[in-house]
């Protein structure tokens, strides 16, 4: 790989006078910053983004931390962040935490050490302990997104989940089902609390009763979803419809229903929450309600961006985003009684 040296040399000039020409550092006449350029130009030398960081004191690198890059739903927001940041001179990195609070504790200092401009995290928790740890650890411009963390006057941008669950739930009691269970998240998660309240809500404002045991273990993952509703429709008297909180657990349920031979809407009417790019390619194509996830990656990066460019404080304000209801092949009228589905 070429170095300053190759550059210096290519170009007739001393090494501090490369430098000072390809990173402005000192005065250096035209005609030397022409023929270092050319240099440059000729070997194919890269300037180490990092030392020019700490030389200028700017970055413009943006680091995004989600739960999970190999989720649908996070990797469309890296997309849309990535796109917003090329257009404003910006290089954004993405991380994996997989929900993991020593893994995110490991990305956020090797991000520091990168002295990146800002900071995009969807975090692994949301109570007041972990808002104080991460007001600790993070030192520059961040913005929430996905869930709020308690304490913390970082602005956020996430999704109604609360409205989003009581949709999909209104959706299958609209068409006559009853008995509904709900693939739920992760315990002790502001997501995961407020899309049960959502399928609680719709439940008891129709009358029906709600019960912990009708939230099945899901973990916002494939596996446990998979197993979980394997098991539940197993069993006499299976429920007639299943809503799940998440896109993994969303697929997770429909394997399970393929691996049990039950057809769907026939047996059994499933509604998940997050849409999948892949969606028309399954049979059936799931109804699902769809979270605006390019209006809310793009939000986000423009606040943080009005943070970094623009000196913007952070307010604490959280912007909530509607879900969308969107209909397709998962999802019908039961066809048999509750009795019947043995």
């Not at 009228?333 to 019947?340: A, E, F, G, I």
Request: glycine share 8%; with cysteine.
């Amino acid at each position: 790989m070429p170095t300053i040296k190759d550059v210096a040399r290519h170009a007739g000039v001393a090494i501090s006078t490369a430098s000072a020409a390809i990173n402005r550092s000192a005065p250096v006449s035209e005609e030397i910053i022409a023929k270092v350029e050319a240099a440059v130009r000729a070997i194919g030398y890269v300037p180490h983004g990092a030392a020019q960081s700490l030389r200028s004191g700017q970055s413009r690198l943006i680091g995004l931390l989600v739960p999970n890059v190999a989720n649908p739903h996070f990797s469309a927001m890296a997309r849309v962040i990535e796109n917003v940041c090329l257009s404003a001179g910006y290089l954004s990195v993405v991380y994996s935490s997989g929900q993991d609070e020593d893994r995110e504790n490991q990305i956020l200092r090797m991000m520091r050490q990168q002295r990146v401009a800002g900071l995009i995290i969807v975090p692994t928790q949301s109570h007041a302990d972990h808002g104080r740890y991460l007001a600790e650890q993070i030192h520059v411009p961040t913005v929430l997104l996905d869930m709020p963390v308690e304490g913390l006057t970082y602005n956020a941008v996430k999704l109604d989940n609360a409205r989003a669950t009581r949709m999909a739930t209104d959706h299958l009691l609209d068409l006559g089902h009853t008995d509904i269970v709900a693939l739920g998240g992760l315990p002790g998660l502001l997501t995961s609390t407020d899309r049960l309240r959502g399928f609680r809500d719709a439940l008891e404002a129709r009358g029906l009763p709600f019960s912990e045991a009708n939230v099945l273990a899901g973990g916002y993952d494939f596996e446990p979803a998979y197993a979980s509703v394997k098991a539940v429709m197993e069993r006499p008297n299976r429920p007639s419809g299943v809503i799940s909180f998440s896109n993994l657990m969303t697929m997770g349920a429909l394997q399970a229903f393929r691996d049990l031979r039950l057809s769907v809407p026939g047996d059994v009417s499933l509604v998940g929450v997050d849409d999948l790019d892949f969606a028309d390619l399954l049979n059936p194509a799931p109804t699902v309600i769809r979270a605006p996830i390019a209006e809310m990656a793009r939000r986000s990066i423009q606040l943080l961006l009005d943070e970094i460019e623009k000196r913007d404080r952070p307010s604490g304000k959280l912007e909530v985003f509607p879900p969308e209801l969107v209909i397709r092949g998962s999802t019908s009228r039961p066809s048999t009684s509750p009795q019947d589905r043995v």
